[in-house]
């Protein structure tokens, strides 16, 4: 790039983006033309005609006088699932991961629904990630990195033995438990008492009928039915 321009042969001047004197004698000129710095605030800050808004800022730098006059403000960034901020603020949401560049005012990229590794989750990705059913817990997002734990949710219907999914109904109790995320659903009743010579009482009362003695302990099956020997 020419640092100056000549008209009519000896009318020289620097070009803009450049100051300095010229003088033209015997068909030579004479002088020189220096890069004027460039210090508008959003600018690439480079010196002499390559003074522009930097990437990811727009609005207009000219040249007035002997200096570079103008504005450059942050670029609006309207990429999908960004958080569409400005300029270099501008990043994937929460929950989503990419890369955003800029070209001049213009934003590139994309933002996709990040993974998610929460043990006991669903795995879904990014915001749909939540504790699988049966789990109780926070999932956090910094980003596009998921935090936070999912433990065995407590399991408070009635007469019942452990948490999460492994709760079931006690020894002695029929029924089923059932899980919407951490709430259990479901109930646990007396298991029948109807095997040979029992007294027909279920649940934790069941026993040989009077008069019969117990061979062996009474078993329930498929944690269904009572089975008694008596």
């Known amino acids: ?16 983006g450049y100051v300095g004197n010229l ?39 000219e040249w007035r006088g002997t200096s570079w006059k103008g504005h450059c ?3 609006p960034c309207n990429i999908q699932n ?29 933002c996709k629904p990040a993974a998610c590794s929460i043990a006991n989750s ?3 990705p990014g915001l749909k990630c939540k504790c699988a059913d049966g ?4 999932i956090i ?5 998921p935090t936070g734990s999912c433990t065995p949710a407590e399991c408070w219907i009635s007469n019942v033995i452990g948490k999460g999914p492994d709760c079931k109904c006690a020894y002695k109790f029929v029924g089923e438990i059932t899980w919407q995320g951490a709430v259990p659903h479901g109930e646990c009743v007396p298991a029948p008492c109807n095997f040979q010579n029992s007294n027909k009482k279920p649940g934790p009362e069941c026993a040989c009928a009077y008069g019969y003695k117990e061979q062996r302990p009474v078993l329930q099956i498929m944690e269904k039915e009572l089975l008694g020997f008596c």
């Open 23 to 61: 003088s033209y004698s015997g068909g030579r000129i004479a002088g020189s033309c220096v890069a004027v710095p460039c210090n508008v605030s959003g600018s690439n800050n480079q010196s002499g005609s390559g003074c522009k808004c930097a990437d990811g800022f727009v609005g207009i730098v």
């Open 141 to 145: 997002w910094n980003g596009g990195t």
């Open 122 to 124: 669903t795995r879904e």
């Open 135 to 138: 789990f109780d817990g926070d």
């Open 73 to 75: 403000v942050p670029a």
């Open 82 to 110: 960004s958080n569409n901020k400005p300029g270099s603020s501008c990043k994937c949401a929460v929950g989503f991961d990419g890369d955003i560049a800029w070209k001049g005012d213009i934003p590139t990229g994309s």
């Open 1 to 16: 790039i020419y640092r100056y321009k000549c008209r009519k042969g000896t009318e020289c001047a620097c070009n803009d």
